[in-house]
């Protein structure tokens, strides 16, 4: 139904003529006819009849005006849903228990009023091509290719450094460690079901196995997280890997030990993946919100892929401690691709 003659029909059903219906919408008398014909031809029905004083509406005409007023008003809502600001800032975390989420979590505080709509895809591909289609706006990514050879128009920035833990259940060798190094883990199995290959937490463990000797098996099934610390909480040998930040919970009884990875820490470079020409403000409230938490200087004591250090040099990505007031800010040019862990 064609939206310009629906606004005529109501323009001349509320100024009881065509002449001041036509003076209303800036078209002339002869447009606002053959819009009021070409309406009524497709309805089937007359919707004026005409006197002296101008046109009446049939009992057509009447029916028909409550329908008319609530298509515009519908027209005019779905122009505001999609006006910079005035829908929901779409942003896939990955996983929401993940640090990702709890960014996300900690900039809804701090601007309450920016709506979000938090999704979760799983790889690399499927996060660009929806910030390339416009679906999101933003995704927690880390960067495993060359920034200069991702997709045109895609950007990033470095924003959270997650430090890796090692969790194992209380019988196992590392249990009463407070610490342990990376080095260290070779010869104790590290069991990560979730790890898929191709992915891009899938080359990041890959390189962290390879560095430092440590044996990653990532056969499974993947059951989900249940099932992960079910076996790790009664296992001798088998522990994993997780992030800082992710939100495990288990029941008191499992009694799992989170022990931190030190010389070096082994850190999970994350970053927020966005599209250059999105104008949402609350993508723009977002990433000023994070990149805030960057700080001067090159991380020390810590670890990355080979992939993850094209951003030294620049600035030190937040490292999930309180936030540092950082006086300068960068700018990227592209980036995105997968990210789990």
Do not use: C
Not at 112 to 135: K, M, N, Q, R, Y
Request: proline share 8%; charged share 25%; hydrophobic share 40%.
């Amino acid at each position: 139904m064609d939206l310009d003659a629906v606004r005529t029909f109501v323009a001349a059903a509320d100024g009881g003529r065509f002449q001041d219906a036509a003076a209303e919408l800036s078209v002339t008398q002869q447009a606002v006819s053959k819009r009021i014909a070409a309406l009524e031809k497709g309805l089937g029905v007359r919707l004026f009849t005409r006197d002296a004083r101008g046109v009446r509406l049939t009992i057509d005409g009447q029916a028909f005006l409550p329908h008319a007023r609530e298509l515009l008003r519908a027209e005019e809502r779905a122009a505001a849903s999609v006006q910079p600001g005035r829908r929901a800032l779409r942003v896939d975390v990955i996983g929401r228990r993940l640090a990702p989420a709890h960014l996300l979590r900690d900039f809804h505080r701090a601007h309450p009023d920016t709506e979000l709509d938090v999704v979760t895809l799983f790889d690399a591909d499927a996060a660009v091509a929806a910030l390339l289609s416009g679906t999101i706006d933003a995704s927690f990514r880390a960067i495993t290719r060359p920034l200069s050879e991702l997709p045109d128009g895609i950007e990033a920035d470095r924003v959270l450094d997650e430090p890796i833990e090692l969790l194992t259940g209380p019988g196992h060798a590392l249990a009463a460690a407070r610490s342990a190094t990376p080095a260290g883990l070779a010869g104790h199995p590290i069991w990560m079901p979730a790890v898929v290959p191709g992915t891009e937490w899938g080359a990041y463990y890959d390189e962290l196995a390879a560095a430092f000797g440590i044996t990653i098996d990532t056969v499974g099934p993947n059951f989900g997280t249940e099932p992960l610390l079910d076996t790790i909480a009664d296992s001798p040998r088998l522990a994993t890997l997780v992030g800082a930040q992710t939100h495990v919970l288990w029941p008191a009884d499992y009694d799992l030990r989170r022990i931190p990875l030190r010389g070096p820490t082994p850190v999970y470079p994350h970053s927020l993946v966005r599209h250059r020409d999105n104008p949402h403000p609350g993508l723009t409230a977002l990433r000023d919100h994070l990149v805030s938490r960057w700080s001067a200087g090159a991380a020390t004591g810590t670890w990355t892929p080979g992939w993850a250090r094209q951003w030294e040099g620049t600035r030190r990505p937040y490292d999930g401690a309180e936030p540092r007031n950082a006086p300068t800010r960068r700018t990227n040019h592209s980036g995105s691709s997968s990210q789990g862990q």
